[in-house]
């Protein structure tokens, strides 16, 4: 006889009552953490652009490597928004 494994409710079940409170612990510090450090990397990634706008953007990897900080500059902005924002 093999043994009768759980039903897939009773392993949703058990995974909703141990995985949750550790999310819900977790979850506000990690989203902290994440605006913070995209919070100050929206305001670095800017120098970044300096030296690559001053030595000319005429290769296609220099092109590249601007499109490029400029896309992360944006998304950096856009999750680091909601940092130390007093509402």
Do not use: C
Request: proline share 7%; glycine share 6%; charged share 10%.
């Amino acid at each position: 006889m093999s043994p009768q494994s759980p039903s897939r409710t009773e392993l949703s079940g058990a995974l909703d009552s141990d995985l949750l409170p550790s999310l819900s612990r977790y979850g506000a510090g990690l989203k902290t953490g994440i605006t913070s450090v995209a919070f100050w990397t929206a305001i670095i990634l800017p120098f970044l652009h300096v030296p690559l706008l001053l030595s000319g953007l005429q290769r296609s990897s220099v092109q590249l490597a601007f499109v490029t900080l400029v896309a992360l500059n944006v998304v950096a902005v856009l999750l680091g928004q909601p940092h130390r924002r007093s509402d």
